[in-house]
């Protein structure tokens, strides 16, 4: 049984996070939201969890490195900044950063990865995107994790390639570019789909999310993952075993 903290309580994920961790038999050791002492959390917890926003970070970060304990970021929009400060943390602690903790998507971005590297450059891989209207960053964190396992199995980093809100007179696609589509609206939990067009021929990859409790569990899955672990950078693979 591990005592777990949710940064971000009061919202979507952090509700569910705690449903969660009821029903896998966790302790929840309370929540954080913005203006709390994510300090006082960190030192009741043997984990914290954050879904809450990426001006967060820096502070959760010091909240987990001062209580020697490991967070789970589940937060997405984050910037380089952001993972260069997460790398930093990683020296002290475990941490797990991911733009999506489920299960399904975990294996998606196995299968990308070996689509990319099996039907190679000539393929055109494009990666759209749809969820709730209240949703604020764009593309998702899916999105953009999908996209980076497609980039890294051809041999580059994403933002090298990466083709982002095309409109108006764009001029023909880039060769071995990676784009990305994002639609919003109504209540959906996330769908994303990678696409790999080549001559004649079209594959498909597709991951529907129901219902938001899949990235709760993965992220209790991954959080009670972390404890006990030596400091380090970790990611959903290691914990699914992928
Ligand atoms: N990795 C994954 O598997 C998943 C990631 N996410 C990501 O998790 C994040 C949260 O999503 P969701 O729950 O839908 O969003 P919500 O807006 O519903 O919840 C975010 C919560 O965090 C709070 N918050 C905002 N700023 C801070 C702060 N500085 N310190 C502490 N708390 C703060 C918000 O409070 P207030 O309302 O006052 O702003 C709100 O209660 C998003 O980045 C989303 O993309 C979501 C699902 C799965
Ligand atoms: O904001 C959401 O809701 C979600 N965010 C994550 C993302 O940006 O990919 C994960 C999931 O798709 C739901």
């Given at each position: 049984m591990a005592r777990i903290g949710i940064i971000g309580s009061e919202g979507r994920m952090g509700h569910a996070l705690a449903e969660a961790i009821v029903a896998t038999g966790h302790e929840c050791s309370g929540g954080a939201d913005r203006g709390d002492d994510v300090a006082k959390l960190a030192d009741a917890s043997d984990a914290l969890v954050d879904f809450s926003a990426p001006a967060a970070l820096q502070g959760n970060l010091h909240a987990a490195i001062g209580a020697g304990i490991p967070i789970l970021i589940g937060t997405t929009g984050i910037t380089d900044e952001h993972h260069l400060a997460i790398d930093h943390a990683a020296q002290a602690v475990p941490v797990l950063q991911t733009g999506n903790t489920s299960l399904g998507v975990t294996l998606l971005a196995h299968l990308v990865g070996e689509a990319a590297k099996r039907l190679g450059p000539d393929w055109d891989i494009e990666i759209v995107e749809m969820h709730h209207r209240?949703?604020?960053?764009?593309?998702s964190g899916t999105a953009l994790l999908l996209g980076e396992a497609a980039a890294a199995a051809r041999g580059t980093h994403l933002s090298a390639v990466m083709e982002s809100g095309r409109d108006g007179h764009t001029g023909a696609r880039a060769e071995g570019a990676i784009g990305f589509a994002a639609l919003r609206g109504g209540t959906i939990a996330g769908e994303h789909s990678v696409y790999f067009a080549g001559e004649q021929e079209r594959l498909q990859l597709t991951h529907l999310a129901e219902n938001r409790m899949i990235f709760a569990n993965g992220a209790v899955k991954g959080a009670a993952w972390l404890i006990?672990?030596?400091a380090g950078r970790y990611t959903m693979q290691d914990v699914l075993g992928l």
């Open positions: 209240m949703k604020v960053d764009a593309p006990g672990r030596d």
